[in-house]
Structures are given as C-alpha cells and as structure tokens.
C-alpha cells in the first residue's frame, strides 16, 4: 500500500541547524575560535555568510596542502627515487607533463606518445583540463621549471574546483551550511588535492548534485554527464536516483535527468571519439586490461594468500559484487521505513564502487568526502573515517618508499602496508554501516532529527511513495513505547484526507507513548505528541 504525504504550506521557514548544539564533537573543536554561538548572537549581520567562511577555510586548507608539497616542488620530483615518497608529498601532475607529451605540444588522444603509454588515458575532459593548464605553462626554461610552474598552474585551477565543491556543498542542505566545514577542514583533502586531477570530476558532482537539489533535473544531468566526462564514477548516482524516483513515481524527472545525463557526455566525447577513436578509447581499455594495484581488497588478498588474480578475473568479481550491492541496494530502498535520502545513497553507491575496484589510489578519497558531509554530517564519524583515510595515505607513500630504496628499506614494509589497506577498508566499511543505520533507523539520521525529509533529494523532498514493500508497505497503526526523542518529519496528509495538521512520529519529553500518525504540534525533536490509540489515520506510521 502506497504511503501519501505531502508538505504544509503554512509552516514556518524553520532555522538554520547550529553544529555546535547538536554535535558534541564541533562544540569542543569551536572552542579554538571561541566557542559555541551564543543565543544572543546577531545572525546574518557580517557580510561573512556561512558560504563565503567555506569557501574562505577551503582555500586555507588547500593552500596548506600545496605547503606539505613543498619537498617535492624544491627537489623531491626530480632528484632521487624515492624521496617524493618518503616525504609523503608525490604528484602525478608534473611527471605527466613530459610524460604525455604536453611539454612537446602534442594533442591528447589525436598524436601518439613515445613512452610506455601510446595515449593519454584519462577522459576527455580532464585532458582538455590538462591541455589548457599546459597553453598557460611558459615554454621557456628547463624541463625542471616547466614542470613546477605546471603543477603550480594545476594547483591554481584546481582550487577553484576546491572552492566549488565547498560551496556546493554548503548550499545542498538549505538548513545545514555549515556542514562544509566537513568538507573544507577534511585533513585528506588537503593532503590529496593536488595529486591528481579528480577535483573537476568531483567539483562537478557537487554542483550537480545542488541543481538536483534545487529540484533542477535538466541541469543535474547536464553536469553529472560532464562529470563522467571528466571521470568515469560520476555516472553511478543515476542508480540511486533511478531507485529513488521509482519508489516516489517521479519518472518523468529521472528521464529529463538521464536525458541531460547522456547529451553533456555525447557532447564532450563525440568529436573525439569520432575523430581519434584510438586515442579515445585509450581510458576504456587501459581501466579494463589494468592489472591488480595499490590500495585494493584484490592486491591484499594477492599478496596475502598467494592467489594470482588476472585482470580479467578483478573485473568479473568487481562488477559481481557490485552487481550485488545494487540488489542489494534496491531493495532496501524500496523497503525501508522512510525513502532513503538521495546524498546516502551516493555514498554508498560510489563507496561500494571505491570497495570494489581493482585500484585505490589515495586521491580517490575525495570522491567520497563531500558525499560524506551530506550523508553523514556527524564529526566523530567523519574524523574516524578521515583517520584512517590519512593512515593510509602515509602508508601507501611508506610502503612505496620502502619497495623504491634499494637495500636501505627506508619505509614500510608489505605488512605495514597490508595493515593500512585493511584501515581505509574498515574505516570505508564503518562509514558505510552507519549510513544504512540511518536509512533503517531514521530517527538516528541528523538530517532528518529536526524534521526534514530529504533536503538533498529536490523533487523528492516530501514527495509520497507510490511503489514501497515489506516493512514500508505495511506501517505499524497502534501506539508503541520508546524512551528517548522521536523525529517529527515534517510530511501532511493528502490534500482533502484530513483537515490538516502534521503527522509523523512524536514523542513526548518524558518517553510517553508514541502513536504513528497522529497530530503532533512543533517541529522539534522531542516535540508534544498525543498518546496513542487505535483508530488513527491510516497512513500513519511509527519507527
């Protein structure tokens, strides 16, 4: 039975949700800049808007990050094998410089390289990315020199994307702007900025995922499609959005949305591949015949057990696997008490893809950290998560100064190493299982604490489910007891089935009896509920 909901008109704009009241963890880390807002303090009155203040700390903690680069700008890249390693500071960015050809003035994907890789084999448009950071890289000098001012132009426009995610992902959740911080002071982020070109792909997953939040479909696909231009992961969130428009009925957003999707993707790689399709086709076949690599389930399992697993075989399990979790996901989606949020699902989708693949490299952290933010937004689960995430990034850069140094063994040994892949795993893995708590759970869901439904799901937001089973099908009707808070959603009858009013769950302040469906006044958690009895409205429901 399809549950109807619908919001209110008449409601009051709720306030902006202050961290330092909720979270335990951001009021003792605000004590560093004094302390938690007062409830006398004058809001809206600095032209410092919880926007511009994240974008601000962004670009502070990036320009920190291009600082931890500096042993390698001053030598490191250029003298000693195993030195960029050894102070943790490697970039792909300036040995791709002569490595691709770009110092030659060669065009990606139409000339031919010399060196172990005929062409380049990154996407179209984060080549057209790196071609134009090399047409504002002088030719003069030494290799050397146009090496770093090649890095330091990439780093530039880089923090731009930077500077966009974090403001993307501020202005997402309406009620929640200072959830960028998560974003902005993430430690790896900063660590991993500048190691590779991931920051348009994800810079443009952010501002898709604010149009589709802003209940723009077109324009969500537009850029999700010039996302997986740039990166091949972007595209993965047409699953979760299909599943989410299926239980709430919005096909026709889902096709203006896949629509959008596949014309900005045609648009960007048709010329190529119509014109060079060798050079083109370079990403699709490099990512199929890679072998095993650095930072994967299947290189642990290689190394620790001894099974040789062939690339074909990674590619089989992976796409198993993945195959699994999208059943999976499917069917709690359709199942759960509540619609599942469109940011939690993205996580996992993208999380699981991250699991599954035959390669981590450090940087493919930051595919998943604005996600986090909006999935997520609690700091103890976060900085976990980020803990491990910076172990092993050290340990990757350890283990490679260890393989690199000869004799000397200067680093990590492969145990070591094998410890901080079991790390990023298990800490990938915790995130992971805290989210689907939440979308089980939804009273344990921060977002949706105060009442929201789903701030990031745009049409979605308050929508009625049109397609549900199981537990969601069937919603319990008699009152139950629960001593703590219960989350009052902030969804109302449809229209002309009740005279009005908000239902959902509600609780009162001393754990009295809950009644799904009743009327509850106030949009606070821990509101005044009305006790339960048995003839309430039928579309009610308790968790």
Same mark, same amino acid.
């Given at each position: 039975?399809?549950?109807?909901?619908?919001?209110?008109?008449?409601?009051?704009?709720?306030?902006?949700?202050? =961290?330092?009241?909720?979270?335990?963890?951001?009021?003792?880390?605000?004590?560093?800049?004094?302390?938690?807002?007062?409830?006398?303090? /004058?809001?809206?009155?600095?032209?410092?808007?919880?926007?511009?203040?994240?974008?601000?700390?962004?670009?502070?903690?990036?320009?920190?990050?291009?600082?931890?680069?500096?042993?390698?700008?001053?030598?490191?890249?250029?003298?000693?094998?195993?030195?960029?390693?050894?102070?943790?500071?490697?970039?792909?960015?300036?040995?791709?410089?002569? *490595?691709?050809?770009?110092?030659?003035?060669?065009?990606?994907?139409?000339?031919? $390289?010399? *060196?172990?890789?005929?062409?380049?084999?990154?996407?179209?448009?984060?080549?057209?990315?790196?071609?134009?950071?090399?047409?504002?890289?002088?030719?003069?000098?030494?290799?050397?020199?146009?090496?770093? +001012?090649?890095?330091?132009?990439?780093?530039?426009?880089?923090?731009? !994307?930077?500077? +966009?995610?974090?403001?993307?992902?501020?202005?997402?959740?309406?009620?929640?702007?200072?959830?960028?911080? $998560?974003?902005?002071?993430?430690?790896?982020?900063?660590?991993?900025?500048?190691?590779?070109?991931?920051?348009?792909?994800?810079?443009?997953?952010?501002?898709?995922?604010?149009?589709?939040?802003?209940?723009?479909?077109?324009?969500?696909?537009?850029?999700?499609?010039?996302?997986?231009?740039?990166?091949?992961?972007?595209?993965? /969130?047409?699953?979760?959005?299909?599943?989410?428009?299926?239980?709430?009925?919005?096909?026709?957003?889902?096709?203006?949305?896949?629509?959008?999707?596949?014309?900005?993707?045609?648009?960007?790689?048709?010329?190529?591949?119509?014109?060079?399709?060798?050079?083109?086709?370079?990403?699709?076949?490099?990512?199929?015949?890679?072998?095993?690599?650095?930072?994967?389930?299947?290189?642990? @399992?290689?190394?620790?057990?001894? @099974?040789? @697993?062939?690339?074909?075989?990674?590619?089989?399990?992976?796409?198993?696997?993945?195959?699994?979790? !999208?059943?999976?996901?499917?069917?709690?989606?359709?199942?759960?008490?509540?619609?599942?949020?469109?940011?939690?699902?993205?996580?996992?989708?993208?999380?699981?893809?991250?699991?599954?693949?035959?390669?981590?490299?450090?940087?493919?952290?930051?595919?998943? @950290?604005?996600?986090?933010?909006?999935?997520?937004?609690?700091?103890?689960?976060?900085?976990?998560?980020?803990?491990?995430?910076?172990?092993?990034?050290?340990?990757?850069?350890?283990?490679?100064?260890?393989?690199?140094?000869?004799? &000397?063994?200067?680093? /990590?040994?492969?145990?070591?190493?094998?410890?901080?892949?079991?790390?990023?795993?298990?800490?990938?893995?915790?995130?992971?299982?805290?989210?689907?708590?939440?979308?089980?759970?939804?009273?344990?869901?921060?977002?949706?604490? &105060?009442?929201?439904?789903?701030?990031?799901?745009?049409?979605?937001?308050?929508?009625?489910?049109?397609?549900?089973?199981?537990?969601?099908?069937?919603?319990?009707?008699?009152?139950?007891?629960?001593?703590?808070?219960?989350?009052?959603?902030?969804?109302?009858? =449809?229209?002309?089935?009740? =005279?009005?009013?908000?239902?959902?769950?509600?609780?009162?302040?001393?754990?009295?009896?809950?009644?799904?469906?009743?009327?509850?006044?106030?949009?606070?958690?821990?509101?005044?509920?009305?006790?339960?009895?048995?003839?309430? =409205?039928?579309?009610?429901?308790?968790?």
């Amino acid at each position: 039975m399809p549950s109807a909901e619908t919001t209110r008109t008449d409601v009051p704009k709720p306030e902006p949700v202050q =961290p330092t009241k909720e979270d335990k963890v951001a009021a003792a880390g605000s004590e560093l800049i004094g302390g938690p807002l007062g409830r006398r303090a /004058l809001l809206g009155t600095s032209w410092l808007t919880p926007v511009r203040v994240m974008a601000l700390v962004m670009i502070g903690m990036f320009a920190l990050g291009m600082v931890q680069k500096f042993p390698c700008y001053d030598g490191a890249w250029f003298f000693g094998a195993s030195s960029q390693y050894t102070h943790a500071c490697y970039s792909d960015i300036p040995h791709l410089y002569q *490595g691709r050809g770009f110092a030659e003035g060669l065009v990606p994907y139409f000339d031919r $390289l010399s *060196g172990d890789m005929d062409y380049l084999e990154y996407p179209v448009l984060t080549g057209v990315f790196m071609e134009v950071a090399a047409w504002l890289t002088p030719g003069g000098g030494s290799i050397q020199d146009q090496e770093q +001012v090649y890095w330091m132009v990439n780093a530039g426009m880089l923090m731009v !994307c930077a500077a +966009v995610i974090a403001v993307c992902v501020a202005r997402t959740h309406r009620r929640r702007p200072w959830d960028g911080l $998560l974003v902005a002071l993430a430690p790896a982020f900063a660590l991993t900025a500048t190691i590779n070109w991931d920051l348009l792909a994800v810079a443009l997953l952010a501002a898709a995922m604010l149009m589709w939040a802003r209940g723009r479909a077109v324009a969500f696909g537009v850029l999700l499609g010039l996302a997986t231009a740039a990166k091949f992961y972007p595209f993965l /969130l047409l699953g979760p959005v299909f599943l989410l428009c299926w239980r709430a009925g919005k096909w026709r957003d889902f096709w203006r949305a896949l629509a959008g999707a596949v014309g900005a993707w045609l648009a960007v790689n048709l010329p190529v591949m119509l014109l060079a399709p060798e050079g083109w086709a370079k990403f699709y076949t490099f990512s199929r015949e890679r072998g095993v690599d650095f930072g994967s389930i299947w290189l642990l @399992i290689t190394q620790r057990i001894s @099974i040789q @697993i062939t690339p074909s075989q990674a590619n089989t399990y992976a796409m198993l696997l993945m195959f699994l979790v !999208c059943g999976g996901m499917a069917v709690l989606v359709l199942t759960a008490p509540r619609r599942p949020r469109f940011a939690q699902l993205a996580f996992l989708i993208i999380a699981a893809f991250i699991l599954t693949n035959k390669v981590y490299s450090p940087q493919y952290v930051l595919w998943l @950290i604005p996600l986090a933010a909006l999935a997520r937004p609690r700091w103890r689960d976060f900085l976990i998560w980020q803990a491990c995430e910076v172990a092993y990034f050290l340990g990757i850069w350890m283990y490679l100064a260890y393989t690199t140094s000869g004799d &000397a063994h200067k680093g /990590l040994p492969t145990d070591g190493y094998h410890l901080a892949i079991v790390l990023h795993l298990v800490g990938t893995l915790y995130l992971c299982a805290v989210v689907v708590r939440d979308i089980l759970m939804p009273e344990r869901d921060v977002v949706r604490r &105060a009442g929201d439904d789903d701030p990031s799901g745009g049409v979605l937001d308050g929508a009625p489910d049109v397609v549900v089973f199981g537990r969601a099908d069937y919603p319990p009707r008699h009152a139950g007891y629960y001593e703590g808070p219960y989350v009052q959603w902030g969804t109302g009858y =449809p229209e002309g089935s009740h =005279p009005g009013g908000w239902y959902g769950v509600g609780a009162n302040n001393a754990g009295g009896n809950i009644a799904g469906g009743d009327k509850v006044e106030g949009d606070e958690v821990g509101g005044h509920g009305h006790g339960g009895h048995e003839g309430g =409205p039928p579309q009610g429901r308790s968790l």
